[in-house]
């Protein structure tokens, strides 16, 4: 039986892209979906049956390696989060903060920071991204209209499913534009973008790009962290995940108590200062909620 991954669901009909030949089918989904609780989701890897290319039934899901909300789509490998170097100017709080949001989703972040051609002086934000390439994440450096950094992007795509994400106004669907022109996403920047009208439902499409998928709905748009735990925030820190276990007390929240091996690498300037503040301020958050709940 063919096998393909499901790039559109709309009005009970899936849209499959196949392995083989990566034509779309249109599909239903088979009758015992339901009973079994399943819905076939965007993203879905899945064997579908079909005789030509508009009847054809979706017949199994294959397990998803993760699943998001907002956008629904599963098996997202990584997330694109574009955050521009000016207008607006860079803020890494909101950049740790959608980091958080996809490393709790178990999604692969990689930061992309566009419109580079725009500051005189980068000092500043050179030292920042020296502290989150330390930290083992991968930075791309942009510029569309200096043509820097692009190919690298346009690699980043092969062979994988991306959500993009970041800050609005950043000029996400210019810079995706540029890279891939029969993309042709809305003129709207795609984040600034939530609903698609009243009378339209909202759905997701993921569109090929190069070798790869993407989704054409910006992802994390929400940032609250009501499903995180207080003493779980520092495992989507990976400088921290990894001393936790060196903490004297287990479920450490790096604050306060005795012989935390948090607070020793911060001391020793192991951990940047201000990754450490979002921390702090992103565990008040979290406390904050609980009690409001
Ligand atoms: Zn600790």
């Given at each position: 039986m063919p096998k393909g991954t499901i790039i559109k669901a709309l009005s009970g009909y899936y849209y499959v892209k196949s392995e083989e030949e990566n034509e779309i089918y249109q599909c239903r989904g088979r009758g015992n979906f339901r009973k079994r609780k399943l819905t076939p989701l965007v993203g879905d890897e899945v064997e579908f049956e079909s005789t030509n290319q508009?009847?054809?039934?979706?017949?199994?899901?294959?397990e998803r390696k993760n699943e998001l909300i907002r956008p629904p789509v599963a098996n997202v490998d990584q997330a694109l989060i574009i955050?521009?170097?000016r207008r607006p100017s860079f803020k890494s709080l909101l950049l740790d903060r959608f980091l958080v949001h996809i490393e709790a989703n178990e999604i692969l972040p990689v930061i992309c920071v566009s419109k580079l051609d725009l500051l005189e002086d980068d000092t500043e934000i050179a030292k920042e991204l020296a502290v989150y390439r330390r930290v083992g994440y991968q930075v791309l450096e942009t510029s569309s209209t200096e043509d820097k950094g692009l190919e690298?992007?346009?690699?980043l795509f092969d062979n994988k499913v991306t959500v993009i994400a970041g800050q609005s106004g950043v000029g996400k669907s210019t810079l995706l534009n540029s890279l891939n022109p029969d993309l042709n996403l809305?003129?709207?920047d795609i984040s600034d973008h939530l609903g698609r009208g009243k009378h339209t439902t909202r759905h997701v499409e993921l569109i090929p790009f190069g070798d790869g998928l993407v989704a054409?709905?910006?992802?994390?748009?929400s940032l609250d962290f009501i499903d995180i735990e207080p003493e779980d925030l520092s495992i989507y820190f990976p400088e921290m995940r990894d001393l936790r276990p060196e903490c004297k007390f287990r479920g450490c929240t790096h604050i306060s108590e005795p012989k935390c091996a948090v607070k020793e690498a911060l001391e020793n300037d192991e951990i940047a200062q201000f990754r450490y503040d979002h921390y702090v301020q992103f565990l008040q958050e979290i406390k904050d909620q609980k009690r409001r709940y």
């Open positions: 508009t009847d054809g039934y979706v017949m199994e899901i294959f955050f521009s170097a690298e992007v346009r690699a809305e003129t709207n054409d709905t910006p992802g994390f748009s």
